[in-house]
């Protein structure tokens, strides 16, 4: 409950020391920095003493302690005594242990604890003199000052500045709590078992885990907007499906209900046809009936007239007297014709009924109609997927798609063409296949070949719209790796090869499987990726074997691996590059072996390449472009005369080896009384005799030291050594300047006595 102003001013900055990180690292048990620390404690207490008395009178008088002055200068005098280093037992030994050991910027919290256990003590002291009754008064007194300080009187500056001077204590991080902690905490507190770190790099991790955090929200916010954007596609779906299906079930309904007044007109029309036919047959025999009525009406009465007539004269007068007469010829005719009508039948049978067919109605094609109506609706377009890495080989690729809404599918129609520059992609042949899936793969196709592709959908509906084009790729062919033309030393190997695609491809990649002993090197060992050209220099072991792989590589995936070749790293391999050959000059089927049958025309009409030797009969080798040591060796014949050494590969073509400041040659020369040899650069010479005529020269180039050295490797003789820095990589270079022959040997293993 100490006053705020005391602890907010700038003597609090002189009482906790400023660098405390650089002091963590001192003595724990510094006795000299703990006296000098408690001296500077008590100067401090006594200059702050009339303020803090003034400030606890007024505290008093607040709370209603007025009457206890003697209680305000004990908490006075123990605030006073707490402000000095406390005794080392008990917590206060810990808490002044944490202040004397790590320097920690805060002490608030350690500081009340101690200043009310001393109040405690000397509240404890003085009720010893005094009557129990005056003891339990005036300690319940103390407490419920002391909790009316602690509680109400504390405001929440002083909350807010106690937290403050507590974190500022915390140097350290508990992995395990999660939690700051002060270093005395895990020396000797609850967190001396766990895990702790730096409050730097704690930080620092703790940024990290944000960061990562941020990013995982950043991508479900992604994830959630496109599935948003999903839900808000399948909406719109939903409205076109019901657009569709209401237009259907119109378009069906009208046909059903056509279908039906159709029906309805063509029923009625019988049946009224049919009625027409009864009535005329009920009226004819109504007729017939009637006049067969009247006949049987006047021949009841003609008859009653003679049966009533009881006078047989008047009878038979009447009957001459009528003899003449109408009544005569009644009376004549009267049996007759009551006898042909008494032997009529009468009909008294209908004609017809009254009663109605019953009709039945064929509504077969309305029942067909109707179940037409079919309440799926047709599909939406697909979504055809780009092409997957490594999806495809050299003749095949598989394609997949999918769909955005909950349509019913009973197949897919995937359609491809090639896509060629040489004519409009609009003219290539269309291939369609039918699948049940959303994926399919394609075969007998052409490698590295780009095709296009696109799906519909189709069901009981009908089909979907196209999906937009995608652009598929196969993969390349294996490459051909051109044995001839590979170079390579004891260090690495220079490996050419061509492709036999057309199309470019993205990349190449070598894949190396040493030799072991006697096995075939199917291991692959190590494996060179994104190489652009059609060679590259590989870093080798020397004094090894190799076997050699290439594939190439685009977005459709690896092709095969081409014809595997060996490389051995025992010497220096090079070969001779026809481009730069003398027309005179001829290799032969062994391709180290060159020979010169005639000079009497150097300058021959021969076909002359552009980089071709045009006056010295010559060649030049290709030898790998790496720094080191390059030994190889040359066979003469005694009567030949040669010209061998080193050349930049763009030496003058029109010129001699050795003449020019771009090549280094040993000349031998026939003369009437001896074999002469020169050693050439420039065109100058030293004055050397060699008594043995050597018939096996050896050549070693030495980047390192400089050097360009010829030996007589028959009798390992040291001839000449040139002493020249070369600016360039050389090459090896030959000459004949009689007929003859010239055998290269390549891939020897450098000999000891080469060494100067």
């Not at 040493?514 to 096995?519: A, F, L, S, Y």
């Not at 070369?726 to 000999?751: D, S």
Request: hydrophobic share 30%; with cysteine.
């Amino acid at each position: 409950f100490y006053h705020m102003d005391l602890y907010g001013s700038e003597e609090r900055f002189d009482i906790f020391p400023e660098e405390l990180s650089g002091q963590r690292d001192r003595s724990l048990w510094d006795t000299r920095k703990e006296s000098t620390l408690s001296s500077e404690k008590n100067q401090r207490s006594h200059e702050a003493g009339y303020d803090l008395e003034k400030e606890v009178a007024e505290l008093a008088k607040m709370y209603g302690l007025d009457e206890d002055r003697e209680k305000e200068l004990e908490l006075l005098r123990g605030h006073v005594e707490s402000r000095r280093p406390p005794a080392r037992t008990g917590k206060a030994e810990s808490q002044g242990s944490v202040y004397n050991a790590s320097k920690s910027s805060s002490t608030l919290k350690d500081q009340s604890q101690s200043t009310k256990q001393q109040v405690l003590r000397n509240d404890a002291a003085q009720d010893e003199d005094q009557s129990k009754a005056r003891v339990e008064d005036e300690a319940g007194s103390h407490t419920g000052s002391r909790e009316g300080l602690s509680s109400g009187g504390m405001s929440d500056e002083w909350s807010s500045q106690a937290v403050s001077e507590e974190e500022e204590g915390m140097d350290v991080f508990c992995s395990t709590c999660k939690i700051p902690i002060r270093a005395f905490d895990k020396l000797f507190g609850e967190h001396k078992d766990h895990e702790v770190a730096q409050l730097p790099r704690a930080l620092e991790s703790e940024k990290e885990e944000i960061h990562k955090n941020m990013c995982k929200l950043e991508e479900q916010i992604a994830q959630m907007e496109n599935f948003a954007s999903h839900l808000e596609e399948i909406f719109i779906t939903v409205e076109e499906n019901f657009g569709r299906q209401e237009q259907n079930f119109e378009v069906h309904y009208n046909d059903a209900v056509q279908v039906l007044a159709q029906k309805y007109e063509e029923q009625l029309e019988a049946l009224g046809e049919e009625k027409r036919q009864k009535l005329e047959a009920l009226y004819g025999q109504l007729v017939s009936c009637g006049e067969q009525l009247d006949t049987c009406k006047e021949l009841t009465d003609v008859t009653q007239e003679l049966y009533l007539e009881n006078d047989k004269a008047n009878f038979m007068k009447v009957k001459s007297s009528y003899w003449h007469g109408p009544f005569y010829m009644l009376l004549f005719f009267f049996p007759y014709r009551l006898e042909e009508f008494l032997k009529k039948e009468v009909d008294l049978k209908l004609s017809t009924l009254p009663d109605f067919e019953e009709r039945v109605i064929d509504v077969s094609e309305v029942e067909q109609l109707m179940n037409s109506i079919n309440t799926i609706p047709a599909p939406c377009a697909p979504v055809i997927n780009p092409q997957a890495p490594n999806a495809a080989t050299g003749t095949s690729l598989k394609v997949c798609w999918g769909l955005f809404s909950d349509d019913t599918i009973e197949s897919y129609q995937l359609c491809y063409k090639p896509v060629s520059n040489e004519r409009r992609s609009d003219e290539q042949a269309e291939h369609t296949v039918k699948v049940k899936e959303t994926y399919c793969t394609i075969t007998n196709l052409l490698p590295n070949t780009q095709y296009e592709f696109w799906v519909s959908a189709l069901n009981a509906s009908g089909i979907s719209p196209p999906s937009e084009k995608a652009v598929y790729v196969t993969a390349p062919s294996p490459p051909t790796i051109m044995s001839k033309k590979i170079r390579s030393c004891e260090n690495a190997a220079l490996v050419c090869w061509e492709s036999r695609d057309i199309n470019p491809v993205d990349s190449y990649m070598v894949e190396l499987s040493k030799m072991i002993g006697e096995e075939s090197g199917n291991t692959v060992t190590e494996s060179i990726v994104g190489i652009p050209n059609c060679e590259v220099l590989i870093h080798l072991q020397p004094r090894q074997s190799y076997r050699i792989c290439v594939r190439a590589l685009n977005l459709g995936g690896s092709s095969e691996r081409s014809e595997p070749v060996l490389i051995h790293t025992t010497g220096t391999y090079f070969c001779l590059n026809e481009d730069t050959a003398h027309p005179l000059l001829a290799i032969l089927d062994d391709g180290f072996t060159i020979a010169c049958d005639e000079l009497e025309n150097p300058e021959c009409d021969l076909p002359v390449y552009d980089n071709s030797f045009t006056r010295s009969i010559g060649i030049l080798g290709s030898l790998i472009p790496f720094p080191g040591k390059h030994y190889w060796e040359v066979e003469v014949e005694e009567d030949t005369e040669y010209r061998i050494g080193v050349a930049f590969e763009n030496t003058p073509r029109h010129g001699y080896l050795g003449a020019n400041n771009s090549s280094w040659c040993m000349r031998h020369i026939i003369t009437p009384s001896r074999h002469k040899y020169e050693f050439l650069h420039s065109g100058m010479t030293p004055d050397i005799r060699i008594t043995i005529p050597p018939q096996r020269i050896g050549i070693l180039l030495d980047y390192e030291n400089c050097r360009l050295s010829f030996f007589n490797a028959d009798i390992a003789q040291h001839l000449y050594t040139f002493n020249s820095h070369f600016q360039h990589y050389v090459h090896p270079c030959f000459a004949l300047e009689t007929p003859g022959i010239l055998r290269i040997h390549t891939g020897i293993a450098k000999p000891l006595w080469t060494a100067l």
